[in-house]
């Protein structure tokens, strides 16, 4: 699949495929939980539910990673799919579901141009997955198209307002917009990725032209005390009066 | 019309009737500064063209409303001096303007009169309308009961005012420059100056009026639970020229153009 890559999606897979093991050593505890939790908190999907019930459905993972989300859903009776534009990942993913006892497709693409048949899940979700590292007016229409009437797509994200209030320049998060809202959609990373974020109002006609009904914009609230591996405390403490994470939930009409 | 009465409100108007505090104390401010907007409403029920908000984006660019309205049953929520129901009625929509300041319905009825545009104006709080059930096919509020009324409580009632299918439309201030803005009287600059969790009602030290302001997901979810099916959220940019608005405390030009000052939100009832 590496031909018809976008300039993007390439260079997002060459500094993953690079990545994989030093981010699976440093957040794999992190995120490698008993039970499924969301994002960077690692919040319980038990209480948040937003996935729900997915025993019996069949269920597509963007972004895998090591198939941490994917392994424990298909331990909750989920027919799995796990998607990942890295190659590297996908070989944590497979070590981690032969160490699971399991056994489910990993497919390596970008989420931007998924080779799965139309219309073939109940979910599409990712965990602060491919929707970070793909470009929305590309992955969310893919996303749509494999997805069942009346499926679901779920997945966390960072905000809007965090990558405005980062600053390059002293390379921290301040309390001050530094960038404009109007036009926000893509950000070359230091670390040589290149990002994806949208306004809301961008999302939602996102969502709409690509046949999903908005069903909620869950804006995450750490509780206090939460930690996290991909945050400082100070971060953390930031997240706790604006939005540094958000999940959206859309239903394919 | 026919009047359902609720909440013991009586066709008559608001008098005598037990408004919530928040209510009460807007339609006070309100009573205030209805002379200032008395002023303005000749120039606003005046325009051919309909634009949105304090840079007067035109309608046109944004295609907001259902086109065309004419034939639509309209309720305005927090008319004020119902210019934007003036324009509604005047392309041929059954509008009506529901707003709990009675100076300000005096301004709209003047208006009415000098510009001999009659449509029904109701005394009441948009949280408790006196309207029938289903009976309206576009709600809308521009700056109205949008942000002067508990959304807990007007979006139910607008929803519960909409016909299946029918649309709601409405303005307020942007959640940016709401984070943003300053206590006093002058414009925001960038600094975020306040939480944006656990945003809802909001006091300001200059006048005794009580705002109402929610974060997106908020919006969405009381939408939803309300029936209603978020369509667009339109954020608007300030044109890069223009006029000048006059609202001291809210963004000027050059914050407008990189951070949305207002925004629009449209659903449907299902």
């Known amino acids: 699949m590496s031909d ?26 992190h995120i490698g939980r008993a039970e499924p939790r969301w994002g960077m908190w690692q919040l319980p999907e038990d209480e948040l539910q937003i996935l729900g019930d997915v025993a019996g459905k069949d269920v597509l993972e963007l972004g895998c990673g090591a198939a941490q989300w994917s392994i ?61 590292f793909s470009d929305p007016y590309r992955w969310v229409p893919e996303a749509s198209r494999l997805l069942r009437a009346g499926g679901l797509l779920a997945f966390s994200g ?18 001050t917009l530094q960038r404009d809202y109007f036009g926000l959609h ?27 009904v908005v069903e909620e914009l869950r804006e995450i609230q750490p509780p206090e005390g939460a930690v996290s591996t991909y945050r400082t405390e100070e971060e953390t403490a930031w997240a706790r009066s604006w939005p540094m994470e958000q999940i959206w939930r859309a239903r394919k009409a | 019309m026919g009047a359902q009465l609720a909440d013991g409100a009586d066709l ?4 005598g009737v037990t408004l919530p505090e928040h209510v009460r104390r807007n339609r006070a401010q309100w009573t205030r500064w209805a002379p200032e907007y008395a002023e303005r409403a000749a120039r606003a029920w005046a325009r051919e063209e309909f634009t949105w908000g304090v840079w007067g984006v035109p309608e046109r660019e944004l295609g907001v409303f259902p086109e065309p309205v004419e034939g639509l049953d309209v309720a305005e929520l927090g008319c004020g001096t119902a210019y934007v129901s003036a324009w509604l009625a005047r392309q041929g929509a059954r509008a009506v303007g529901v707003d709990v300041t009675p100076a300000q319905l005096e301004t709209a009825r003047a208006m009415q009169e000098r510009f001999g545009l ?53 303005l307020v201030n942007g959640t940016l420059s709401v984070l943003c803005a300053q206590d006093e009287e002058v414009p925001p600059g960038p600094e975020l100056r306040r939480p944006y969790f656990g945003m809802h009602r909001f006091e300001w030290p200059e006048d005794d009026s009580v705002e109402f302001h929610l974060g997106y997901g908020d919006w969405i979810r009381l939408l939803s639970e309300c029936g209603c099916e978020v369509l667009d959220l339109v954020e608007l940019q300030a044109p890069e020229e223009g006029e000048p608005h006059v609202y001291p405390g809210l963004p000027e030009r050059w914050w407008a153009r990189r951070w949305p000052s207002e925004e629009i939100w449209k659903a449907r009832k299902l």
């Not at chain 1, 960072?158 to 309390?175: F, H, I, K, Q």
């Not at chain 2, 008559?12 to 008098?15: D, K, R, S, V």
């Open chain 1, 158 to 175: 960072g905000t809007a307002l965090e990558t405005l209030c980062w600053s390059p320049a002293e390379d921290r998060l301040t309390t």
């Open chain 2, 118 to 170: 009659e449509f029904p104006l109701v005394e009441a709080s948009a949280e408790s309308v006196p309207l029938d059930d289903a009976s309206f096919d576009l709600v809308v509020s521009e700056y109205g009961a949008s942000i002067w009324a508990d959304p807990y409580w007007w979006v139910p009632e607008a929803a519960r005012l909409l016909r299946p299918g029918g649309l709601l439309v409405f």
């Open chain 1, 4 to 29: 018809g890559l976008s300039e993007h999606a390439a260079r997002n897979r060459a500094v993953w495929d690079r990545a994989a093991d030093s981010y699976q050593a440093e957040h794999g505890e």
């Open chain 1, 72 to 132: 424990l859903l298909a331990g909750r009776g989920a027919r799995v799919v796990a998607l990942d534009n890295s190659a590297r990942q996908l070989e944590h993913a497979r070590a981690a579901m032969a160490a699971a006892g399991l056994d489910f497709p990993l497919v390596h693409a970008s989420a931007e141009s998924v080779p799965l048949p139309d219309a073939s899940f109940d979910v599409v979700f990712a965990d602060h997955g491919a929707n970070r």
């Open chain 1, 186 to 212: 893509r950000t070359e990373e230091e670390d040589g990725t290149v990002v994806f974020e949208l306004p809301c109002g961008e999302w939602i006609r996102v969502f709409r032209s690509a046949g999903l």
């Open chain 2, 12 to 15: 008559a108007g608001t008098e």
